[in-house]
């Protein structure tokens, strides 16, 4: 990626109702593209502003995805005002494991129109086709680790931490462009204070010498985020559509999510000794951010700390959890994924957290949808992910 090295965006009107695009190649256009959801949700009151100096980050060349992606950014215009916003990225990490020629698409934001959607689609596809891709994906924002799927169902309560919200014009308007479903992605709903069923309590109790659950050591960190990532990379990976996490990416992500992560709300599974299964639970904090405005500062930082260590969000979400791939599909593996389950959920009633949010969990992972659901969850937002052939 390189916002500097391409031809610069002259400054002449633009004029006409036709959308024009232009590519982001500076810091100005950047930061247009970054702020364009602003105007298109300013009266949703679902949608929650992510905070600009994290929006920032991501897009910056030191994300380690760009080690292994090459993407391209672009801004629709009309009459002068940004009105829509693409990115297309292909992923070599990707291409190594399936050889599909498959790019991606992604960081959709437009009006309620279909020429725009058009243009900017267009302008994704062509770009990929230039690079020899046969097949177009998305939206991934900007890899399946990351932000994924549209919403397509769910609009009336706002997204959870690291998840998108979107217009319900977005589904027609993509799949009038020629897209058609590749698959959908389910973010359920648990209320902590569930009781327990007796066959969990019965599972509970009969794994207690064979499985062991530990919290995340804060002293050391490192090692247990090594463990998460080798267990998430094993679990995960006869998924649909699955890339691994690089030992730089998984770093990254634990350096942003340290401040976030409190060690009690972080569950490792062991069988015999052996690490297992875990899963990480996440403060929402879009709870506390909503009227921020992007902003942390001047008071932000310290009604966010607040929130972290004094009142606690009231909401959660389980962004990662995995159970080794020798357990799944096994009794053991049930367990163990009831195990983490339950005890986070005990852990999380006593912080005040009243739902949590588990997402995403693919829709045809009935092996763990059914456990969720034994557990009092339901699904309560889908997002869709497309494809189209070029």
Not at 345 to 353: P, T, W, Y
Not at 384 to 390: C, D, E, H, Q, T
């Amino acid at each position: 990626m390189n916002f500097r090295n391409q031809a610069p965006y002259k400054h002449g009107r633009l004029s006409g109702n036709s959308p024009q695009i232009i590519k982001v190649e500076d810091r100005r256009t950047r930061n247009t593209f970054i702020r364009l959801p602003w105007s298109l949700y300013k009266d949703d009151p679902m949608w929650v502003p992510p905070l600009l100096f994290e929006r920032r980050m991501h897009l910056s060349p030191k994300n380690p995805y760009f080690e292994h992606a090459s993407c391209c950014f672009w801004i629709a215009y009309r009459d002068e005002k940004p009105v829509g916003r693409i990115s297309a990225q292909i992923d070599r990490l990707y291409l190594d494991r399936y050889q599909d020629d498959t790019g991606f698409w992604g960081m959709l934001e437009a009006e309620d129109n279909i020429e725009t959607f058009q243009t900017l689609l267009n302008t994704a596809e062509n770009w990929l086709r230039g690079q020899g891709m046969a097949r177009a994906r998305g939206p991934f924002s900007l890899s399946i680790n990351q932000e994924c799927g549209v919403l397509v169902a769910g609009f009336n309560t706002p997204p959870s931490i690291m998840m998108g919200h979107a217009r319900p014009y977005y589904r027609n308007h993509i799949e009038q462009c020629g897209y058609r479903k590749a698959i959908d992605l389910l973010a359920y709903i648990i209320d902590v204070n569930v009781a327990h069923s007796a066959a969990m309590q019965m599972i509970k109790k009969r794994t207690k010498s064979r499985v062991q659950t530990r919290t995340l050591r804060k002293s050391q960190f490192q090692e247990d985020m090594n463990i998460i990532k080798s267990i998430f990379n094993d679990a995960w990976s006869e998924n649909w559509g699955f890339v691994p996490f690089t030992q730089k990416e998984f770093e990254h992500l634990g350096k942003d999510l340290k401040l976030l992560i409190d060690e009690k709300l972080v569950c490792i599974a062991e069988v015999n000794g052996a690490p297992a299964a875990f899963m990480v639970l996440l403060p929402n904090i879009n709870e506390v951010i909503r009227d921020f405005n992007g902003r942390l500062l001047p008071l932000g930082w310290l009604k966010l700390l607040w929130h972290l260590k004094v009142k606690y969000p009231e909401t959660a979400r389980v962004p990662l959890m995995g159970v080794l791939r020798k357990y799944q599909e096994s009794p053991l593996g049930a367990m163990l994924a009831y195990r983490v389950i339950a005890d986070l959920q005990e852990i999380s009633f006593n912080r005040g957290i009243k739902k949590v949010e588990l997402s995403w969990i693919l829709e045809d992972n009935m092996g763990m949808r059914n456990i969720i659901e034994n557990n009092g969850g339901s699904v309560y937002k889908t997002y869709r992910i497309y494809s189209k052939n070029l």
